[in-house]
Antibody, heavy 123, light 110 residues
Framework: QVQLVQSGGEVKKPGASVKVSCKASGYSFTSYGVSWVRQAPGQGLEWMGWISPYNGNTNYAQKVQGRVTMTRDTSTSIAYMELRRLRSDDTAVYYC????????????????WGQGTLVTVSS | QSVLTQPPSASGTPGQRVTISCSGSSSNIGSNSVYWYQHLPGTAPKLLIYTNSQRPSGVPDRFSGSRSGTSASLAISGLQSEDEADYYCATWDDSLKGVVFGGGTKLTVL
């Protein structure tokens, strides 16, 4: 069965960086895009971007462009999301999700999700 | 302020039918497919509806979706207590070149 398992929660100081991992299993990792979505406390869902595990292509949301890097390791089927220069408003639960359409990652179609990783930014 | 507008709350009694709306524009809902998610606190969001009106396997047929012009809606019939959750619509926005979500609707089963 398809599973996305994320790394554990993190506590970071403002200005630091965080790297969250998302290990995929139960399907061909390089056949589907992986997107990242976050939810700040009391807020809605916010798209951060996607990565193609096949060729490493990425597409980032304008709001985090310049601070975020998404990478992948095809040998271990793990996708990573690194966010730099953390601010207090980056405190959120970060989710990885598999794009449901193997050919179009620009959609909002996410059929499997990781369990979420709480990143807390506090001095 | 979300690009897609949803009512912040909705409610109904067991067995009732409720509808949740999602209003957008020509650059998002008007030209791209809409997806709906159910989100319970502390869990991962769950895909309820894809490509406007399709249900993934395992999703009860009590859930249905539709899109017309620059709006979409999610209908839940035969409301059950387990349907109490937050519901989000999502789509691609051609102008922003990114995925946009609605602000979410908290459904309460009275």
């Amino acid at each position: 069965q398809v599973q996305l398992v994320q790394s554990g929660g993190e506590v970071k100081k403002p200005g630091a960086s965080v790297k969250v991992s998302c290990k995929a299993s139960g399907y061909s990792f390089t056949s589907y895009g992986v997107s990242w979505v976050r939810q700040a406390p009391g807020q809605g869902l916010e798209w951060m971007g996607w990565i193609s595990p096949y060729n490493g292509n990425t597409n980032y949301a304008q709001k985090v462009q310049g601070r975020v890097t998404m990478t992948r390791d095809t040998s271990t089927s793990i996708a990573y999301m690194e966010l730099r220069r953390l601010r207090s408003d980056d405190t959120a639960v970060y989710y990885c999700a598999r794009n449901g359409d193997s050919e179009n990652f620009d959609s909002g179609d996410y059929d499997y999700w990781g369990q979420g990783t709480l990143v807390t930014v506090s001095s | 302020q979300s690009v897609l507008t949803q009512p912040p709350s909705a409610s109904g009694t067991p067995g009732q039918r409720v509808t949740i709306s999602c209003s957008g524009s020509s650059s998002n809902i008007g030209s791209n497919s809409v997806y709906w998610y159910q989100h319970l606190p502390g869990t991962a969001p769950k895909l309820l509806i894809y490509t406007n009106s399709q249900r993934p396997s395992g999703v009860p047929d009590r859930f249905s979706g539709s899109r017309s012009g620059t709006s979409a809606s999610l209908a839940i019939s035969g409301l059950q207590s387990e349907d109490e959750a937050d519901y989000y619509c999502a789509t691609w926005d051609d102008s922003l070149k990114g995925v946009v979500f609605g602000g979410g609707t908290k459904l309460t089963v009275l």
